[in-house]
């Protein structure tokens, strides 16, 4: 479990016992309470203890402005059925048990002035600064390297500083990112594996809180140079083959075709890279297909290199001059952190996909079983032949594991 402290801004992690893992147990809630998971050994209580008890919060208390308190309402009645429910012998058990660092009494000592007096600043600051010591052990980072990060973070906000920033609205300020650090994730499988029903769902389930990003590295969403470029070649092959296929027409739709896929592989690396730039930033940045160049299906790379596939480039020093540039870009793709590769049968695919043609749906999902993801980076590989239901439960479990 993780935790900010909102009054130092030092990043803590917990690492609770697993028996501390039985029943339900809600680990975070309330904006200003550390929630910590305390049970007794038939797992029947759980315990809030307070951390995030700010000094705007003490101050508020001590001239007793607001009604609600620097604990807020929820939080008191909470602690207030904790009371009823656990001795203090138990708390200092539990405490023992699972929190070794932290001062035993800590918890009773808490219920006996939340009980007393919930307004109590100078009694919940004295808690607060015990609480902090015992959870040193679990800093991630130290306190002035905290405070540094989180005026970082309150500058962003600034309009003019935001736009330097490149950072859109508000609300991408808003959201949370991975204690660890932002994380890339490739999304992979055959067509028909359910690529993009998995991709909404998890738009659908991380969005709404977490800075998210979805990159599409797949042909079909070019830039304006890729398209001009596309339609250009589609013109310049029609021409030659109407013409009979050779001479100058046929020149000049293969090299249109290869600067086609020559933009191709550009769009794909700058997105790529920002999307890179983004999980920096501690973005969750989610790739719809990525660069392959070790699966190949039939004469080509799956989603990589495509000039190679040009009849008779090799013998063309331009073609094979734009191929080695177009090598070198897809080379250049940073690797994701993560593949989530939807295995799906071939029987199945075509049957989710029935107006796509066969080979094409048979040789990529075969050419998937045979390569070996695991170079490229860490693989999940998820069964999509089963229920939707179970296969986003596991992209879900693989994404939070990362997260």
């Known amino acids: 479990m993780c935790t900010i402290d909102r009054v130092t801004h030092a990043v803590y992690r917990l690492c609770l016992h697993p028996e501390s893992a039985r029943g339900s147990y809600e680990l975070v809630r309330g904006n200003r309470t550390l929630i910590a998971c305390l049970c007794r050994d038939n797992g029947g209580t759980h315990a809030r203890v307070l951390l995030k008890y700010r000094d705007s919060d003490a101050l508020k208390d001590l001239l007793g402005l607001g009604r609600r308190g620097g604990i807020p309402p929820d939080a008191r009645r909470e602690l207030a059925a904790l009371r009823g429910e656990a001795t203090d012998e ?16 800590l918890v009773p000592n808490l219920l006996a002035v939340v009980e007393r007096d919930p307004r109590d600043a100078v009694a919940l600051r004295a808690l607060r600064a015990r609480a902090r010591r015992g959870l040193a052990p679990y800093e991630r980072m130290s306190r002035s390297r905290a405070r540094f990060q989180y005026v970082l973070a309150r500058l962003a906000r600034v309009w003019p500083i935001r736009q330097l920033l490149r950072v859109s609205t508000r609300s991408d300020l808003r959201r949370k990112a991975p204690l660890g650090g932002g994380v890339t994730i490739a999304v992979v499988g055959s067509d028909g594996a359910g690529k993009s029903t998995l991709i909404e769902a998890m738009r659908e389930w991380l969005a709404w809180r977490v800075n998210l990003r979805i990159e599409y590295l797949g042909s079909a969403q070019p830039s304006r140079r890729t398209r001009l470029l596309k339609v250009s070649a589609r013109a310049a092959r029609a021409a030659s083959r109407r013409f009979g296929g050779f001479g100058p027409l046929r020149g000049l739709a293969d090299r249109l075709m290869a600067a086609r896929y020559l933009a191709d592989a550009r769009d794909r690396a700058d997105r790529a890279r920002r999307g890179r730039s983004l999980a ?20 080509r790379a799956m989603d990589g290199p495509r000039i190679p596939t040009i009849p008779g480039w090799e013998g063309i020093g331009q073609l094979r001059r734009m ?81």
Not at 281 to 299: E, H, K, L, T
Not at 329 to 357: M, S
Not at 381 to 402: C, F, G, N, Y
Request: proline share 9%.
């Open 280 to 299: 920096a930033r501690g973005a969750v940045v989610i790739f719809d297909r990525f660069p392959m160049p070790g699966v190949q299906v039939g004469s």
């Open 90 to 105: 138990e708390l200092r058990a539990t405490m023992v048990r699972h929190l070794p660092t932290v001062e035993r009494d």
């Open 323 to 403: 191929a080695a540039r177009e090598a070198a870009i897809y080379a250049a793709v940073p690797a994701p952190d993560h593949i989530i590769w939807l295995a799906v049968d071939p029987e199945t695919a075509l049957r989710r996909k029935p107006d796509h043609a066969p080979e094409a749906v048979v040789a990529k999902a075969r050419a998937l079983e045979s390569a070996d993801l695991a170079q490229i980076a860490p693989v999940t590989r998820i069964d999509a032949s089963q229920p939707l239901d179970e296969v986003l439960d596991a992209a879900k479990q693989a994404i939070w594991t990362l997260l």
